[in-house]
């Protein structure tokens, strides 16, 4: 007797628990987080990308000044060397810049900023890709041909030059000078039609081969509208390799607007981002004052690399070929 009863207790195990502890079990045995927690080098990614992320969000609470209030910058203490050098000063850890800002100060509010631009613009290229992918690769036809040969012609241009592009007429048709939220505003809209083809032609292949299923023939013959079998059936499987084009394009979309700002044409100095503080800097590497643009530089490189570490990852893991 009870012999015949362990295979029913064995069986009713999984079972127990709480629904909380259900969902951890099954994450747990999830594919994607066991890749991740036996890879080391994804850890570690992770682990500096959320610091990075954190740090701009308590930026307020960690900077010892705000670097975008004039009435908190003193000239006095412009160029001040970094802490623990011999001309190093309290509270300046990281020294100052011309403008008397705190360098650590002035690199969180700026990863602020960085990291916003970089997360908007991919929204918004992965918002407008999909849309043309699903609609290009459900519909077809003419919709099809028109969509892939305006992708086609786009990526004839580099990112850099398509954005430059849209920030130049955006900036003459609306003012040369524009404020910080407007010219924030500008950076993500051209960051985002410089990546949408990507996900679009994605989304488009996916769609191809999804939409010639059984799954999507039954949705259509109970009379599903189009739009509904495209966003609750066909989408969620391709959404694989949008996460992983989505990863990649936030660190290429961060080198976008720190290029932009480093050639002038991106965040203005009293609103300054990573690729403005390396402007500003550059301007003082060969006079002595190597801090200014040693640190902001160093913080770039170190969000780049971690990104392109994660998404990298990301796209092995989702890779059914190498599992």
């Given at each position: 007797?009870?012999?015949?009863f362990v295979?029913?207790?064995v069986?009713?195990?999984?079972?127990?628990?709480?629904?909380s502890d259900?969902?951890s079990?099954r994450?747990?045995a999830n594919?994607?987080?066991y890749?991740?927690?036996t890879?080391?080098?994804a850890i570690?990614a992770?682990?500096v990308?959320?610091?990075f992320?954190?740090l701009?969000l308590?930026?307020s609470q960690?900077?010892?000044?705000?670097?975008f209030?004039?009435?908190q910058?003193?000239?006095?203490n412009?160029?001040i060397?970094p802490?623990?050098?011999a001309?190093?000063?309290r509270?300046?850890?990281?020294?100052t810049d011309?403008?008397?800002?705190d360098?650590l100060s002035?690199?969180?509010y700026?990863?602020?900023?960085?990291l916003?631009?970089?997360?908007?613009?991919v929204?918004?290229?992965a918002t407008?890709?999909?849309v043309l992918?699903?609609?290009a690769g459900y519909?077809?036809?003419?919709?099809?041909s028109?969509?892939?040969?305006?992708?086609?012609?786009?990526l004839?241009?580099p990112a850099i030059?398509?954005a430059?592009?849209?920030?130049?007429?955006?900036?003459s048709?609306?003012?040369n000078?524009?404020d910080?939220?407007t010219?924030l505003?500008?950076l993500?809209?051209?960051i985002?039609?410089?990546f949408?083809?990507?996900y679009?032609r994605?989304?488009?292949?996916?769609?191809m081969?999804?939409?010639t299923k059984?799954?999507v023939?039954a949705?259509?013959?109970i009379?599903?509208?189009?739009h509904?079998?495209?966003?609750r059936?066909v989408?969620?499987n391709?959404?694989?390799?949008?996460?992983v084009i989505?990863?990649i394009n936030?660190?290429?979309a961060?080198?976008t607007e720190a290029t932009?700002?480093?050639l002038?044409?991106g965040m203005p100095?009293?609103?300054?981002s990573l690729g403005?503080?390396?402007r500003?800097?550059?301007?003082y590497?060969f006079?002595?004052e190597?801090?200014?643009v040693?640190f902001?530089?160093?913080?770039?490189?170190a969000l780049?690399?971690?990104?392109?570490?994660?998404?990298?990852?990301?796209r092995?893991a989702l890779?059914?070929?190498?599992?």
């Amino acid at each position: 007797m009870t012999d015949a009863f362990v295979p029913n207790a064995v069986d009713k195990e999984p079972l127990a628990g709480s629904w909380s502890d259900r969902v951890s079990a099954r994450v747990a045995a999830n594919d994607v987080f066991y890749a991740f927690r036996t890879s080391p080098l994804a850890i570690v990614a992770a682990a500096v990308v959320l610091t990075f992320f954190l740090l701009a969000l308590f930026a307020s609470q960690l900077a010892v000044q705000n670097p975008f209030d004039p009435a908190q910058l003193e000239l006095i203490n412009s160029r001040i060397a970094p802490l623990w050098t011999a001309d190093g000063q309290r509270p300046f850890l990281l020294g100052t810049d011309e403008q008397g800002r705190d360098l650590l100060s002035a690199i969180l509010y700026g990863l602020r900023v960085s990291l916003l631009v970089g997360v908007l613009g991919v929204g918004f290229a992965a918002t407008l890709g999909i849309v043309l992918g699903l609609i290009a690769g459900y519909v077809g036809g003419w919709i099809d041909s028109l969509i892939m040969r305006i992708a086609d012609v786009q990526l004839t241009f580099p990112a850099i030059l398509i954005a430059l592009l849209i920030d130049g007429v955006v900036k003459s048709a609306l003012g040369n000078k524009l404020d910080e939220r407007t010219m924030l505003a500008v950076l993500v809209f051209a960051i985002g039609l410089s990546f949408w083809v990507q996900y679009a032609r994605t989304v488009r292949g996916s769609v191809m081969v999804e939409k010639t299923k059984d799954y999507v023939a039954a949705a259509q013959l109970i009379g599903l509208p189009a739009h509904k079998i495209m966003l609750r059936h066909v989408l969620p499987n391709a959404m694989g390799p949008v996460l992983v084009i989505a990863t990649i394009n936030l660190a290429l979309a961060i080198i976008t607007e720190a290029t932009l700002s480093f050639l002038g044409s991106g965040m203005p100095d009293t609103m300054p981002s990573l690729g403005t503080l390396i402007r500003i800097g550059n301007n003082y590497l060969f006079s002595g004052e190597w801090w200014v643009v040693a640190f902001p530089g160093f913080a770039l490189a170190a969000l780049i690399l971690s990104i392109n570490l994660l998404g990298d990852w990301l796209r092995d893991a989702l890779n059914p070929r190498l599992r």
